[in-house]
């Protein structure tokens, strides 16, 4: 099973950074195989202190209160809730190692950069292709679209779950060998995408869009290869459009995203300085392990997911560890399910596809009256639709228990403080000796945050848990995770001048470096949304699901009546 965190990192021009069992950090000098082969990390910023584990588990308890305090929605506009799990989605694709199985084959130096560099381009959704040995197994017969799977009927709560739904769950692998877990996995490249329940069926929905893709490129006469390489670049260029467009500057300062995109970078990889456009990118580990992470205040304790599970549905509110208990990668789809330890287990549970009461209603999860589909609007009474958490200080209290199957931890012993998604974070930028908030502002010549906005925030986090001491710790050398988040936190919701500037630089780094690039064909332009200029996460649903809202939400509203009535 692909762990979550990594236990090591490649960094150019240090080497290899690797943790024991302690949490001790240690470098060494890469062998010539791994400085081919390893996923590539660059340091952008100057080494920070490290931070003293008595203040890290003391700002992660206050990053992870009880669930009485209040966690603010996004606001001015509301971000519909989808874009914290398409964040998610992004980040895979940003991390996928498309080398990890390639050590005994032979493959071009060219091919091995472009395989451990990141880039967006879904490979994670696409693999290595389907000419692939290995990965051809997440494609159709074909070998041009890829495999969906079915879902397991349930009697609950009516005869409208209990029937199998073709093409509504993630290929599975099946069979009667291994754990009840192993028959789980999902059959794609990267498992990660089968976390939560919302990170699944979005990357389903990826699947969906190819394979409706190619239905209609193969209108105009292509076949095969040729066929599948149209389709994917066309997909690619549409995904690429839409993170800029639509993604970024939900949780980016609008200002800093066209800027970056219109006059290019000025700090990370800057080309004609130190690289070319033709150079394979790195990932700064500022980006990977701090203003990336951004996510993880999105999140939100409960979702009104479906007509089943809402908040005055048959079914409870599709909770946190309900979203992680319905998938193959980190739950058992168990019902019965109620503690962390129980989706640990790798052989509880007897169903081993998603039950079809589960699939996601993606009218709850996206705004489609963006594109005037007043038709698609979840009614208000069982819930209506859910908008993010506000990036800030604050993340939702089930992110201090974290499945251990979350971060690879299953069939470990481990310190219960390390389910603590906060903790687990300034705990490995601590560990890399990351950069401070203070020092990024200084590169980026951004005006620092005050002691006051450090330690008081807007409605974040409280801090008056923390001693004098570790006040004066925090403000003085502030771990970026928390900074980037402080930042957003007064800045309405968003990334600003060092964690939007961060991000929105890399996004376009890895835009640049993919073999399929609208950085590098500025003159491109989206065919499938309703103009020239718009390809919004809405029109992606919209094209992949035939624009049918009993596709978008196949359980209907209302609930089926009993057979022969």
Do not use: C
Not at 355 to 377: H, K
Not at 527 to 539: E, H, I
């Amino acid at each position: 099973m692909k762990r979550h965190s990594r236990d090591s990192f490649f960094v150019v021009g240090e080497g290899v950074l690797e943790f024991d069992d302690r949490g001790e950090a240690v470098t060494r000098r890469p062998s010539t195989a791994e400085e081919l082969r390893r996923f590539r990390f660059s340091r952008l910023g100057p080494k920070g202190p490290r931070t003293d584990e008595a203040l890290r588990e003391a700002l992660a308890n206050a990053m992870t209160p009880p669930k009485e305090v209040p966690q603010p929605d996004s606001r001015d506009p509301g971000v519909p809730a989808g874009f914290t799990y398409l964040g998610q989605f992004v980040d895979h694709d940003l991390t996928m190692d498309r080398t990890e199985s390639q050590l005994g084959q032979d493959v071009t130096v060219d091919e091995l950069l472009q395989g451990r560099s990141p880039a967006l381009d879904l490979d994670s959704v696409y693999g290595r292709g389907p000419r692939d040995k290995d990965d051809q197994v997440f494609y159709a017969e074909d070998g041009v679209k890829l495999k969906v799977g079915t879902t397991t009927p349930v009697p609950f709560p009516d005869e409208g779950t209990n029937v199998p739904f073709e093409g509504f769950d993630l290929p599975r692998r099946g069979g009667t060998a291994g754990t009840a877990a192993d028959r789980r996995a999902p059959l794609i490249p990267d498992p990660r995408n089968d976390e939560n329940l919302v990170i699944a069926q979005t990357h389903l929905a990826f699947i969906r869009f190819h394979n409706r893709v190619v239905d209609e490129l193969a209108l105009t006469g292509l076949t095969g290869e040729r066929l599948f390489r149209a389709a994917k670049e066309l997909v690619v260029r549409h995904y690429q459009w839409m993170l800029r467009t639509d993604f970024l500057p939900r949780i980016v300062d609008p200002e800093i995203v066209d800027d970056v995109f219109t006059n290019g970078r000025r700090f990370f990889e800057v080309p004609g300085r130190h690289y070319g456009h033709g150079n394979t990118p790195t990932m700064p580990v500022e980006f990977s392990v701090a203003s990336y992470r951004l996510g993880h205040s999105m999140v939100r304790d409960a979702y009104q997911w479906n007509r089943v599970f809402n908040r005055t549905g048959p079914g409870p509110e599709g909770t946190l560890f309900l979203l992680f208990t319905f998938t193959g990668t980190s739950g058992n789809f168990d019902p019965g399910s109620t503690l962390p330890g129980d989706l640990d287990d790798v052989n509880r549970g007897t169903t081993f596809t998603l039950p079809s009461n589960w699939i996601a209603d993606f009218r709850r999860l996206y705004d489609f009256t963006e594109a005037d589909r007043d038709d698609l609007v979840p009614p208000a009474d069982s819930g209506g639709g859910n908008l993010t958490k506000r990036i800030d200080t604050l993340l939702v209290n089930p992110l201090r228990e974290l499945p251990a199957g979350t971060f690879g931890g299953r069939g470990t012993q481990f310190p219960e403080i390390q389910r603590n998604l906060a903790f687990r974070n300034l705990t490995r930028a601590s560990m890399m000796e990351l950069a401070t908030g203070q020092q990024m502002a200084e590169l980026f010549g951004a005006e620092p945050l005050t002691a006051e906005q450090i330690l008081t925030g807007n409605g974040g986090a409280n801090l008056d848990g923390l001693t004098d001491e570790q006040k004066a710790q925090l403000v003085e050398a502030t771990p970026l995770w928390f900074y980037v988040l402080r930042e957003a936190e007064l800045g309405n919701g968003r990334l600003g001048p060092v964690g939007g500037r961060l991000t929105a630089e890399v996004f376009h780094r890895a835009v640049e470096g993919s073999r399929i690039s609208i950085v590098r064909s500025p003159h491109w332009r989206p065919t499938l949304g309703p103009d020239a200029s718009t390809f919004r996460m809405v029109d992606l649903l919209l094209f992949a699901f035939e624009g049918k809202a009993d596709l978008l939400n196949p359980l209907g509203e209302k609930p089926a009546p009993p057979a022969g009535a």
